[in-house]
């Protein structure tokens, strides 16, 4: 039991990877369908939200300051 709980953090954080892969490296589907019309820059927007997830991603993995990463991300 005691592997399985922990195994569920690293599920979690690395279940953001396919986000991160949509939003950096299938800009054109994501900006089509979700980021509506009326945002201005919506690559940016899109980018900037695929780095964000991966900063998430690199900080739990690390260690460091990953609650804060955590906090900023449900924000």
């Known amino acids: 039991m005691e592997i399985i709980l922990k195994s569920g953090k690293w599920l979690f954080v690395y279940s953001f990877s396919y986000y991160v892969f949509l939003h950096l490296f299938l ?3 994501g900006v ?4 509506p019309g009326y945002f201005p820059f919506p690559y940016f927007i899109n980018y900037l939200t ?3 997830l991966l900063l998430f991603i690199i900080s739990c ?3 460091k ?4 990463a955590a906090l900023l ?3």
């Open 73 to 75: 991300l449900a924000i």
């Open 61 to 63: 993995t690390i260690g």
């Open 32 to 35: 089509k369908k979700y980021v």
């Open 65 to 68: 300051l990953d609650q804060l």
């Open 27 to 29: 800009a054109d589907v």
């Open 50 to 52: 695929g780095i964000c």
